[in-house]
């Protein structure tokens, strides 16, 4: 505490005592009463003139004889209502008993005082304050981005209130301050953009700016008017924290006169309980607002700060959603790129979108790649040594780098502040954001050079020269790293590790699924290399049949031989079938120019590997034969080949011979008429009817329908899909989801999928193990497993799951349905990777039929 004789400069001016001065200023006269409200005990000495008492001694007085029994009832109702409350209790337009004059009037409660402010009422800035407040808040609450608000605010005020410079005012976290917003008479020079060293507000003022949220000066030349007695007879002063009216400092009162200013007013902007910022408004020419004008103030202050907050927890998502964008399409990409390295490296001007900095640096295995605002790369591997040095593998940042890293001086003016984000559970790799000097990225407005005269107490503060301390203050200084930025570095950490796991653990699952499917298509291979020559073998082997020439001989077995060609190419290409239209297409190509008319007609329909290469052999016969003896043999002859699905799905097909030569069947059965009638018996427990009738031969083949993938036709795949689209979907709003899955991030996207469609939890689980033990704590409404869980399925989970009578659905990235028992084939299953709407859909249809069969 400074004694009352220590002079008050600017080493020791955040020590004065500014909430006791001892002092009012002129525009209105204070009364301080006992706690009855009944004695005076203090007054400020123009009291008796301004109340029309008289200049003779108030204090020791009833309040009651000095300004009358019904105003003094009036203000201990006030005080009882209000006198409890940091804000004042306001009467309005108030008349005493001694004076003409109208007062408003504020009185409060401290330290067991009861303070009356009275100031009288100047007709001319009476405003009704609800319509003044009305208007300014209606206007300020459409604001949806942070600069309209602060413009606007500036603008409003100014207007409403009459100030010839309006401007906000937001603080730093070291406590200095810069103006972002301005509304200015035309002829001042403009201080938007400028900066003030935290000396200019001193701490105390801070504080009492959060408790007396609007704050006057109505004279800057600083006219006092002293209390009387300035001490009470235990010897203390006069506490006037919350008084409208308490004097102001004089070293404030001297920087607002170097800087031109004759009177000025500040709002306090409050976030989360802390002081913001200000708006201050200046005028060049002493000004007391009246009180109307004050409590509008006040009010467009209060809903000002509430949608300050608002506005920020708006801009905090909307940040936290793009870096969540970012980060999801990351991870997408890894699935699609050859090279983590590479895609990082690609991706590091794309990292400043996850929050506000001047540059990005990349140390990934010990090469360095960098944007914007960095290191020079000679300079990287001593600045890695040091952050691995103190980082420890965690999110780690600085905005006084060089205070830190001795060697950063030489570029501290491009890179003071860092924020490290390891990238792998060793410190070893790292992205780093990067912020400038903060005295460097300043855009000024105005002339930087303009000065004002020195204060008649010599040479102190101006705005240039606060600017200039600060300044100094400020070197090798960024802006510093926020608590949300930091949550948000600790969001990419666990992503971008977790990107580099899951890109090794798909190049891991990649080797091994491509040595699978290696020894997989060389089982296959070999399987139907010795297939076929064991069927090239049978087709040498057989004799040849009494009559026929060796060419003849030689002329069947290589068509043979080539429909078998056929039909293994085909069965490659078509990843192990064929349609059979295009096998019959093939087979009839060599005759459709020479024969009168090949009709073949049938639905779409697809053969296995096994149905494709035997029904080759027999088609091929049964069109050698025609071509030989019947149909085909003459320019004139028909064939007719149709199939159809029967009611159990079999392929039933129908040869039919006209128009050709009379045909007899054979005196002795040959290879090829064993082959037709034999071998779809035999190889695939069909039925082969062969009539050999005069007017031409009739075939009748059926394949059974394990061997036969039947296509739905497009009318009713439309009327699936419409049924499918307009199923009606649960609500997911309430219910509790068990979800089982062993990759950590996609469990973490289908539990922010759930959650945002109402789920009420979503408890995961990697492993059949987890699940198991998580069934037996508590019980889910449905659930999600992943078919293949790396070490195993889910399919121990699904039958306890079905035991309990809990609905689930099966999900698969890769196809996995042979994991799933044929008991469960009614379960729907989804695919990966999920889709909101799918995967609501197989939930809807899971709770449906447990409802049903329930």
């Known amino acids: 505490m400074l004694t009352k ?26 009364l301080a009463c006992d706690g009855s409200v009944g004695m005076v005990r203090r007054h400020s000495v123009n009291a008796g003139a301004m109340l029309g008492v008289g200049s003779g001694d108030i204090n020791g007085r009833r309040l009651d004889d000095l300004i009358g029994e019904g105003p003094a009832h009036d203000i201990r109702n006030a005080i009882a209502k209000w006198g409890n409350q940091q804000r004042p209790g306001l009467l309005i ?27 009288p009422v100047d007709a001319s800035e009476a405003t009704p304050p609800l319509e003044l407040s009305r208007l300014l808040i209606g206007r300020i609450g459409q604001c949806n981005d942070l600069d309209v608000l602060f413009d606007n605010a500036a603008r409003l005020l100014r207007g409403a209130l009459g100030y010839d410079r309006v401007m906000v005012y937001q603080f730093a976290h070291d406590g200095s301050g810069r103006v972002i917003s301005e509304a200015r008479r035309g002829d001042l020079e403009s201080f938007l953009g400028q900066h003030f060293p935290a000396g200019d507000i001193p701490q105390q003022a801070r ?32 506490d006037l924290s919350f008084a409208h009216l308490r004097s102001v400092s004089p070293i404030h009162c001297e920087y607002l006169r170097n800087m031109g200013v004759g009177a000025s007013m500040s709002i306090s902007i409050i976030h989360d309980g802390v002081l913001w910022g200000l708006i201050a408004c200046h005028h060049y020419a002493p000004r007391a607002l009246s009180m109307e004008k004050r409590v509008a ?78 290191p020079p790369a000679a300079a990287a591997p001593a600045l890695m040594g040091f952050i691995n040095s103190v980082a420890e593998g965690r999110v780690w940042a600085t905005s006084a780098l060089s205070d830190r890293l001795p060697a950063a001086e030489d570029y501290a003016v491009a890179v003071s502040g860092v924020l490290a984000v390891p990238l792998s559970q060793l410190p070893r790799d790292y992205l780093l954001f990067f912020r400038s000097e903060v005295a460097q990225t300043l855009n000024w407005a105005g002339d930087p050079n303009k000065t004002y005269e020195i204060g008649p107490l010599g040479d102190r503060l101006t705005p240039r020269k606060s600017f200039a301390i600060w300044k100094e203050t400020v070197q090798r200084q960024s802006q510093p790293w926020l608590q949300n930025e930091r949550d948000t570095a600790e969001a990419v950490r666990s992503a971008l590790v977790e990107v580099v796991l899951r890109h090794n653990e798909l190049l891991a699952d990649e080797r091994h699924k491509a040595d699978l499917r290696q020894k997989m298509l060389n089982e296959e291979l070999n399987h139907r290399v010795k297939n076929i020559l064991a069927l090239i073998k049978s087709l040498v082997s057989h004799p040849v049949e009494d009559g026929r020439s060796i060419e003849d001989y030689v002329a069947s077995l290589k068509g043979r031989i080539q429909a078998l060609s056929l039909a293994h190419d085909q069965v490659i290409r078509g990843a192990g079938g064929g349609a059979l239209k295009g096998l019959l297409d093939a087979e009839f190509s060599p005759y459709r120019e020479s024969v009168k008319a090949i009709e073949v007609t049938g639905p779409d ?64 059965p040959g290879f090829g008429s064993m082959l037709i009638s034999r071998s779809i018996p035999y190889d695939l427990g069909g039925e082969s009817d062969v009539d050999y009738e005069p007017a031409g031969a009739r075939v009748r083949l059926l394949i059974p329908a394990r061997f036969v993938v039947w296509p739905a036709p497009a009318a009713a795949r439309n009327v699936r899909a419409r049924r499918e689209d307009d199923r009606p979907m649960a609500s997911m709003r309430g219910l509790k989801v068990l979800m089982v899955e062993d990759q950590l991030l996609i469990a973490m996207d289908v539990e922010t999928m759930l959650t945002h469609e109402g789920a009420a939890s979503v408890e ?84 449906a039929k447990k409802s049903s069969a329930g």
Not at 102 to 117: D, L
Not at 304 to 330: I, P, T, V, W
Not at 802 to 815: H, K
């Open 297 to 374: 103030a006040e009010m467009f202050g209060e809903f000002f700060s509430m949608q300050l907050a608002g506005l920020l927890q708006k801009r905090k998502l909307a940040a936290s959603e793009s870096a969540r964008r970012y980060l999801d399409q990351l991870l997408h990409n890894v699935s699609h790129h050859g090279d983590i390295e590479d895609l990082l490296k690609e991706s590091i001007r794309d990292f400043s979108v996850l929050m506000p900095c001047d540059g990005i640096g990349l140390y990934l295995n010990k090469t360095w790649t960098s944007y914007g605002s960095a």
């Open 764 to 847: 995961t689980a990697s492993s059949v193990k987890e699940a198991l033990i998580a069934l037996a704590i508590t019980r889910p409404d449905v659930a999600i497993l992943d078919v293949n869980l790396g070490n195993g399925s889910s399919v121990p989970v699904a039958q306890a799951l079905r035991e309990r009578g809990i609905p689930f659905v099966f999900a698969t990235g890769y196809g996995e349905t042979s994991l799933i028992p044929a008991s469960m084939d009614d379960v729907p299953i989804v695919r990966k990777p999920y889709d909101l709407a799918s995967l609501v859909a197989a939930m809807t249809t899971a709770m």
């Open 93 to 119: 337009d108030f008349k005493v008993a001694h004076s003409q004059t109208a007062f408003n009037v504020a009185v409060h409660r401290h330290k067991g005082v009861n303070i009356i402010e009275f100031e």
């Open 605 to 668: 329909v697809s053969l296995d590997a096994r149905a494709y290469s035997v029904l080759a052999l027999v088609l091929h016969e049964l069109a050698t034969n025609a071509a030989k003896y019947g149909a085909l043999s003459v320019s004139t002859g028909r064939l007719s080949l149709q199939w159809k699905r029967t009611d159990i799905g079999d392929c039933e097909i129908h040869w039919l011979e006209r128009d050709g030569p009379l045909v007899a069947p054979p005196l002795r």
């Open 5 to 30: 004789t220590a002079p008050v400069d600017l080493t020791n001016c955040d020590r004065e005592p500014i909430h006791i001065p001892g002092s009012i200023q002129p525009y209105g006269c204070l």
């Open 207 to 238: 504080v009492l700016y959060v408790q007396n949220t609007v704050r006057i000066v109505s004279d800057a030349s600083g006219e006092r008017v002293a209390i009387e007695p300035e001490f009470d007879t235990s010897g203390e002063p006069l």
